[in-house]
């Protein structure tokens, strides 16, 4: 414990806890400190907080962050806090944010208070705050592994405020972003704009994804080519509509976006049935939503059934991770990442697509 009379080594050994060290260690330092070099309120807070229970800790934090601001320790004890406070106090745990960032530019800690901020702001409806956030996000931090959490916020707020973020803007900010990745972005924005029935945003997505794509990018073009195709299958030339979508391989497409396809040809070929007796009788709307979602349900399980059959086998970013180059371990730990976040959008994804198209046919 002689190592610790020096502050830089207790700075050190709480940075540490706070960056995603193993919480034993710090909680056998805070038992052995009979010195009293550890301040036994951080330890406490970082004890609570690390143990899932840092909401316990709001009071404390609101009184120790600002004490030990322009210190070593200060912008991870920010970045704590607002962690701690985003569900309780947000303008708190913004300030906190703000904090974190300006002491610690161009750090993984500036990359997560930038994207929890826009997290923030994003689900207050806040979209004035929230684009800042984005420009700086998109100009700085794309290349991180949790870019991907950002693509995800600022589609959402693409999609549910529109007025804040119209097709200028939205193409303004991804300029800052690397080709490839504003390809992604759009795909993205594209199919969720399909999904609600968005006519408009969909096609200013598919255009750009087309834009930012060769003529070899046959994947990204086909994904493309799909959403614009779903959102003109109400339209006049509905044939051409279902044409242009059949004529996709099956190839170019995951066994999600598959099965957006055959709702949308699901879709069209009701349209285009000729009417028979049973279409002059009046029906109840729950029996024809139930034989709806009975027939997606069908189709949900077949996708289910390929994504599972065409998973590929990747590496595993943390066994014998000691074996492998750092740059494969990153892309290994990518790889996860998306395959994690595919699974749990999955089933939300599937749910909403069968709502949008029976809200479609109500309508």
């Known amino acids: 414990m002689a190592v610790f009379e020096d502050p830089r080594n207790v700075d050190a050994a709480l940075i540490f806890a706070m960056s995603g060290g193993n919480p034993a260690t710090l909680d056998i330092l805070a038992e052995r400190d ?188 086909a994904l493309a080519e799909l959403y614009s195709g779903l959102v003109n299958v109400p339209t006049d030339g509905i044939e051409k509509v279902l044409q242009r979508l059949d004529d996709i391989p099956d190839t170019a497409l995951s066994p999600k976006d598959r099965f957006l396809r055959e709702a949308a040809r699901v879709i069209g070929e009701e349209v285009l049935r000729p009417p028979g007796e049973d279409s002059l009788k009046q029906v109840r709307r729950a029996m024809v939503d139930k034989e709806y979602r009975d027939m997606m349900s069908e189709r949900v399980a077949k996708a289910a059934t390929d994504a599972a059959r065409e998973q590929p086998q990747l590496p595993d970013p943390i066994a014998n991770a000691e074996d492998l180059p750092v740059e494969t371990r990153m892309q290994a730990l990518d790889s996860r990442i998306n395959r994690i976040e595919d699974f749990v959008s999955a089933g939300r994804s599937k749910l909403k697509d069968i709502d949008a198209l029976l809200s479609t046919e109500s309508n």
């Open 34 to 221: 009979i010195e009293g070099n550890f301040d036994n309120r951080v330890t406490s807070i970082l004890r609570r907080y690390l143990s899932g229970r840092g909401s316990t800790a709001t009071t404390q934090l609101k009184d120790v962050v600002p004490e030990y601001r322009n210190t070593r320790i200060g912008p991870y004890l920010a970045l704590i806090g607002a962690n701690a406070m985003m569900e309780q106090d947000t303008d708190t745990a913004l300030k906190f944010f703000d904090w974190a960032r300006m002491e610690a530019p161009g750090t993984i800690v500036e990359e997560a208070a930038l994207r929890r901020s826009l997290a923030i702001t994003s689900l207050k409806g806040d979209a004035k705050r929230a684009m800042p956030y984005a420009r700086r996000y998109a100009r700085r931090f794309m290349d991180s592994p949790y870019a991907s959490q950002f693509a995800d916020i600022f589609v959402s707020l693409a999609i549910d405020h529109k007025q804040a973020l119209p097709p200028p803007e939205i193409k303004a900010v991804l300029s800052l972003v690397e080709r490839r990745r504003q390809r992604e972005i759009y795909l993205r924005l594209g199919r969720r704009a399909a999904i609600n029935g968005d006519k408009p945003l969909a096609e200013f997505a598919a255009r750009e994804a087309r834009r930012l794509s060769s003529s070899e990018d046959t994947g990204q073009l």
